[in-house]
């Protein structure tokens, strides 16, 4: 079954036995850059200096690709030429990114639903693993290639790039020390993988989650000197 970079991401994050997520805000940036990086290896979307343009509006056929597309295209239509940031859409995305893929996992029938209440008022849903063989093929890739030293192909490449950048090295490796696997994402992250426009849309991913994780971290600072 082939699913996409954030899919991947996804179910690295969702504990398998409660469907609870771990490391829920690294994990939106970095399934909103892998949306994005999957359309530019569809060849329906370039990132140039940070900015966007939809080259080609033909569905690829994956539901959750072809409803970015549309979204992406509608978002770029409403921004005056050359203001489509990179940046700035990943911002936008995040948020509901995950969700989004969350129930194109269970449509695919690898994940379930399950609806909860905290202190019985507020709706949580959790995602416990209902079909495990996807994401144990990727984590076997991912061990092939990270710790065993095999050459990793464009895709496993894409998402341990994507996966460094967010500093998510325990999800794909939760018994491990992360100094232990972190130079090999390093290395990987840092070679010559991908088309310029691929890799570049994975740095902006990673310089627009450190501004925001950054200015977020400013103001609680200043709110806590004010208090």
Request: charged share 30%.
């Amino acid at each position: 079954m082939q699913v996409t970079l954030a899919e991947e991401l996804v179910l690295l994050s969702l504990d398998d036995r409660t469907g609870a997520p771990k490391e829920g805000v690294g994990t939106a940036w970095a399934a909103a850059g892998g949306l994005l990086a999957e359309l530019v290896l569809a060849g329906r979307v370039e990132v140039a200096d940070g900015r966007l343009g939809v080259v080609d509006r033909t569905p690829t056929g994956d539901p959750l690709l072809d409803g970015r597309l549309e979204r992406l295209d509608e978002w770029i239509a409403g921004k005056r030429p050359g203001r489509a940031k990179a940046g700035d859409w990943l911002t936008k995305d995040r948020a509901t990114v995950v969700r989004d893929t969350e129930l194109r996992l269970c449509e695919r029938g690898l994940v379930t639903e399950e609806r909860h209440r905290v202190l019985g008022i507020f709706p949580v849903r959790h995602y416990p693993e209902a079909d495990g063989s996807v994401e144990r093929a990727l984590r076997e890739r991912l061990t092939a290639v990270v710790l065993d030293g095999d050459e990793p192909e464009l895709r496993t490449a894409a998402l341990i790039a994507l996966l460094h950048s967010a500093k998510l090295h325990r999800l794909a490796f939760p018994d491990l020390p992360r100094k232990q696997v972190q130079p090999r994402f390093a290395e990987i992250a840092a070679g010559d993988w991908a088309g310029e426009s691929v890799g570049e849309a994975i740095r902006n991913m990673q310089a627009t989650m450190a501004a925001v994780i950054a200015a977020t971290t400013a103001a609680t600072t200043v709110a806590a000197t004010v208090s």
